[in-house]
């Protein structure tokens, strides 16, 4: 089964700039989403097919991928985007959904 | 505006059965895919099952294969979840989740608040 690998934790200091990594065989060749969850709530989506932000979602947040790594990206990162982020692909080989294992991002 | 609303969690003994429910409202539910993901407490998201548009088309995660069963009824908008022979790994916040009309790439969107499905003796 496909297997997505992210860092359990990130970093940031105020106003700096985020990256959250998410790597899988040949994840170029497929379509990435990812999900913002704070404390006591339900997940939210921030960025599908790889790039494209859904509205009401501030253009801090954007996507990327290179080689077998797709990245999110928070620029001047705040206080309230300390949260779990967790990327979503699906897999054609068993129609399967499959998520990262998530990442703690800390604001500090 | 979009929302789903899930129903039917609690403590259940180890074996039982439990039915989750979801409802849907704002968007034609007949048109789109849908999924249960679950989330174990202080662990991520598993994605459980999904359910084409038609109802045709089924798939399960390995770990809930043979358990449990999803179904769904376009006149009534809802979506629900069986799951038999409950094990104390089941334990987890239960969220629906919307996927797209493809079945293809989707991603999720909105998800429901969750319900709560606690196996215990």
């Known amino acids: 089964s496909y297997v997505l690998t992210q860092p359990p934790s990130v970093s940031v200091a105020p106003g700096k700039t985020a990256r959250i990594t998410c790597g899988g065989n040949?994840?170029?060749?497929?379509?990435v989403h990812w999900y913002q969850q704070k404390p006591g709530q339900a997940p939210v989506l921030v960025i599908y097919y790889d790039t494209d932000r859904p509205s009401g979602i501030p253009e801090r947040f954007s996507g990327s991928k290179s080689g077998n790594t797709a990245t999110l990206t928070i620029t001047r990162a705040e206080a309230g985007d300390e949260a779990d982020y967790y990327c979503?692909?699906?897999?054609?080989?068993?129609?399967?959904?499959?998520f990262g294992g998530g990442t703690r991002l800390t604001v500090l | 505006q979009v929302q789903l609303v899930e129903s039917g969690g609690g403590l259940v003994k180890p074996g039982g059965s439990l039915r989750l429910s979801c409802t849907a409202s704002?968007?034609?539910?007949?048109?789109?895919?849908m999924s249960w993901i679950r989330q174990a407490p202080g662990k991520g998201l598993e994605w459980v099952s999904y359910i084409s548009s038609s109802g045709s088309m089924i798939a399960y995660a390995d770990s809930v294969k043979g358990r449990f069963t999803i179904s769904r009824d376009d006149a009534k908008n809802s979506l629900y979840l069986q799951m038999n022979s409950l094990r104390a790994e089941d334990t987890a916040v239960y969220y629906c989740?919307?996927?797209?009309?493809?079945?293809?790439?989707?991603?999720?969107?909105?998800w429901g608040q969750g319900t709560l499905v606690t196996v215990s003796s």
């Open positions: 704002g968007f034609i539910f007949s048109d789109y895919y």
């Open positions: 979503h692909v699906w897999d054609s080989s068993n129609d399967h959904r499959v």
């Open positions: 989740v919307r996927e797209c009309t493809s079945g293809y790439d989707c991603w999720f969107d909105p």
């Open positions: 040949s994840i170029g060749s497929r379509s």
